[in-house]
């Protein structure tokens, strides 16, 4: 925004050095007028000489202040075009991003959407009381209400049961729910649990 206030800026300057380069012009065409008019006395001769040469070398010096007006324009130009170029480029890496993160909330919906109803399928399948167990302990525990028992481990919590635990679980009937010590979690056994 700065570059482009410093353009437009730079071309009102422009516009006011060429009037003046304008204004000193014309004056010095009526001037020449009347010297070419021949009714000029011997004093006013002099006098309108006299003028069109300051008039010549005022012309010279504005001339000089629209050239550099015109470059310091030029450059605002130049740099504006660059500076919008990036923010052009900039937009358009937003845009990008922003239809990435449209795309990957799109699957995650519909992920979560699947697997709602995968649940749904599963929790039919699963006796009620065990089921209000599950969700309390799920409530509790950071959204994990049942864990693998893997190798000797809880992996609700990362510790290793030890040998009474270990037997305790060993001795539970297939269809007993067992639950770890330390975190509470339901176990769920595996050929891997280590028992
Ligand atoms: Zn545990």
Redesign the pocket.
């Known amino acids: 925004m700065a570059a482009q206030t410093e353009e437009s800026d730079t071309a009102r300057e422009q516009t006011k050095a060429e009037q003046d380069v304008d204004q000193v012009r014309q004056r010095a065409v009526r001037d020449q007028q009347r010297l070419d008019s021949g009714a000029l006395g011997a004093k006013d001769l002099e006098n309108v000489q006299r003028e069109l040469a300051s008039l010549a070398k005022r012309q010279s010096d504005l001339e000089d202040v629209v050239l550099d007006v015109m470059e310091r324009r030029e450059a605002a130009q130049e740099r504006a075009a660059e500076l919008s170029g990036r923010v052009e480029a900039v937009q358009s890496e937003t845009a990008a991003a922003e239809a990435r993160k449209t795309e990957a909330l799109e699957a995650i919906d519909a992920e979560g959407f699947t697997v709602a109803k995968e649940r749904e399928v599963l929790a039919s399948a699963v006796p009620d009381d065990l089921i209000k167990l599950y969700d309390k302990l799920r409530a509790q525990g950071g959204g994990i209400g049942a864990?693998r028992l893997y190798q000797k481990r809880?992996e609700?919590?990362r510790?290793e049961l030890n040998i009474t635990e270990l037997n305790e679980v060993r001795a539970a009937p297939a269809n007993q729910v067992v639950r770890?010590e330390?975190?509470?979690?339901i176990l769920v056994r595996t050929a891997d649990s280590g028992l």
């Open positions: 864990a809880c609700g919590c510790l770890c330390n975190c509470r979690r």
